[in-house]
């Protein structure tokens, strides 16, 4: 194939990544799927010359850099890294742990941190490379009860990225955020949602009715991950790729609720924010 490239995605083993995997080997580019299972990913990608499977919890930076010495002595050259694996937290703020604070922003946050801070100096050294982090809709707009710790995680995703952008822009690596809207994987299973603990009983009523929701959406997201993984492979291809990619009607509504949302701020207080500035008499004044 004309385009052949060197994928590498975290969490390839199930859900998204899964998805994304199975769609890069079927457009003919080779691909280094990783995860904490890597069994898992055998028996869920099979058998290919194009496919290098390595364990990589992303918590674990001597994992990321041995994924990453892996995939150059295999492959020779990464070419679009995929930061997709990530776990739900969810709960009141005030009843998740800091402890489990510290768990969501390991995996979603400071694990995406890992694998680039490992793969930058490959795709630096090649003067061009993609790299792609799925964030969310709640790394967009926040403000759903539940989502405290998922949200800061994937708000710190997309600063971190939007100024990564401007870092390594001049080397010829390009960055986009995905911001899914709500997709069918296995997100909202016991597998990758911890829910808080009751322990304050001001959120007794409150609770059940939002378990209940969160419960009630696996298997229900209206998203089809099989047709995002053909959208990132569209974008992926694109010159040059988008800076953010909205995936979903969704998450397009929740986009235009925050301009919406974004425009009311400004307009609020416009003046007083406006008026922040020394004045000019005074500042002339200092300088004398
Ligand atoms: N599905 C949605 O509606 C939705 C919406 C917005 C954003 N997203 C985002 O989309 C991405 C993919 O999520 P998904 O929906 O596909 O969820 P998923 O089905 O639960 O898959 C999560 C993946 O992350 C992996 N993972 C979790 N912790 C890990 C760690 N420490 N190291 C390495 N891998 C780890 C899991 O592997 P194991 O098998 O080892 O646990 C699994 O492969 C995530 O970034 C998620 O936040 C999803």
Not at 218 to 232: I, S, T, V
Request: with cysteine; aromatic share 8%; proline share 5%.
């Amino acid at each position: 194939m004309a385009d052949k490239r060197v994928w590498f995605i975290t969490g390839a083993g199930r859900g998204m990544g899964a998805e994304f995997a199975k769609a890069v080997l079927a457009a003919g580019h080779q691909l280094v799927a990783t995860g904490r299972d890597t069994d898992r990913l055998t028996s869920v990608l099979g058998p290919s010359d194009d496919l290098l499977a390595v364990k990589l919890d992303v918590t674990k930076r001597a994992d990321a850099d041995a994924a990453v010495k892996a995939a150059v002595e295999r492959f020779g050259r990464i070419d679009v890294l995929v930061n997709n694996a990530a776990s739900f937290y969810a709960g009141f703020f005030e009843e998740l742990t800091p402890e489990q604070m510290d768990r969501q922003l390991a995996t979603s946050l400071v694990g995406p941190m890992n694998v680039t801070r490992a793969v930058l100096p490959v795709m630096r050294r090649q003067r061009a490379g993609h790299v792609i982090s799925i964030s969310s809709a709640a790394g967009l707009a926040a403000g759903y009860e539940f989502c405290t710790a998922y949200a800061a995680s994937k708000f710190g995703l997309e600063g971190w990225m939007e100024s990564l952008r401007a870092e390594v822009g001049p080397f010829g690596i390009h960055t986009t955020i995905v911001n899914p809207g709500f997709f069918r994987t296995e997100l909202l299973t016991e597998q990758s949602t911890s829910y808080a603990e009751p322990s304050v009983a001001d959120y007794d009523e409150r609770r059940a009715p939002l378990l209940e929701y969160w419960n009630s959406q696996n298997g229900k997201q209206p998203g089809d991950p099989a047709k995002l993984a053909r959208a990132l492979l569209t974008i992926a291809s694109q010159s040059p790729p988008p800076r953010r990619f909205l995936a979903g009607a969704d998450v397009i509504v929740t986009a235009e609720q925050k301009i919406a949302a974004l425009k009311e701020d400004i307009e609020y207080d416009r003046e007083l924010s406006t008026s922040l500035d020394f004045d000019a008499a005074a500042t002339l004044g200092a300088a004398r």
